[in-house]
């Protein structure tokens, strides 16, 4: 079984700039949650969906963030404009039964803003 | 708010000393607490969940136990192989899930 999936692993680019994150989670899965992880840090979430429908998006900064899961398989997050800040890894995890606790994350996506 | 705060920082140890984490918690409803591992340059893997005060939960070297205040991951006889960053979360009755800092374990042969 594949597990999720996430795409680019490393991105740099310049403060100002957009950038955008893909995930595919695991086949069946209808929770998905994207979370932002500094170094040293526990992840932080960002936002959660069941299925199409974002469903906790209160630490999202909806001025520069936004997030997509259409047919609620695949996801983007995307930021515009990019700030020196937004430097972190990007995780994405998936669930299909969130009350076990068993989350099972991707690699991740590292964000560098230079 | 949840709050979920995870002691030492940092933990240093012989291959064979055993030791243990700690993972002090204050949450509306807890649904559940977990642990997971995370490698350098990876995602948090899980590890175990635990539902209620009393309960213990065991996997080869580590056994996770919880009480109404705080859960403790036992690491008996660590191996260079058990060298990761052990991370404690809480689901409350929001549906949130809340991540400690982690603790950072390296294991030395």
């Known amino acids: 079984e594949a597990g999720v999936v996430q795409s680019p692993r490393y991105k740099i680019i310049e403060k100002k700039q957009p950038v955008a994150f893909w995930c595919n989670p695991i086949?069946?899965?209808?929770?998905l949650y994207w979370y932002l992880q500094n170094l040293g840090q526990g992840p932080e979430l960002l936002i959660r969906?069941?299925?199409?429908?974002?469903?906790?998006d209160s630490q999202l900064p909806k001025d520069r963030f936004s997030a997509e899961r259409l047919k609620g398989v695949d996801s983007t997050l995307k930021i515009q404009p990019a700030e020196l800040g937004d430097s972190a890894v990007y995780l994405c995890?998936?669930?299909?039964?969130?009350?076990?606790?068993?989350?099972?994350f991707g690699e991740g996506s590292r964000l560098t803003v230079l | 708010e949840d709050q979920v705060t995870q002691s030492p920082e940092a933990l240093r140890l012989q291959e064979g000393e055993s030791s243990s984490l700690n993972c002090s918690y204050t949450?509306?409803?807890?649904?559940?607490l977990f642990w997971y591992r995370q490698d350098p340059g990876k995602g948090p893997e899980f590890l175990f969940t635990?539902?209620?005060a009393g309960e213990e939960k065991e996997k080869e070297r580590l056994k996770a136990t919880l009480t109404k205040k705080e859960s403790f991951l036992h690491i008996t006889a660590p191996k260079p192989e058990d060298s990761a960053t052990y991370l404690c979360?809480?689901?409350?009755?929001?549906?949130?899930?809340?991540f400690g800092a982690g603790t950072q374990v390296v294991v030395t042969p």
């Open positions: 979360a809480v689901h409350d009755s929001w549906g949130k899930f809340q």
């Open positions: 086949s069946g899965h209808n929770t």
């Open positions: 995890a998936s669930s299909g039964q969130p009350s076990t606790g068993e989350l099972f």
């Open positions: 969906y069941e299925n199409e429908e974002a469903v906790d």
């Open positions: 949450v509306s409803g807890l649904r559940g």
């Open positions: 635990l539902y209620s």
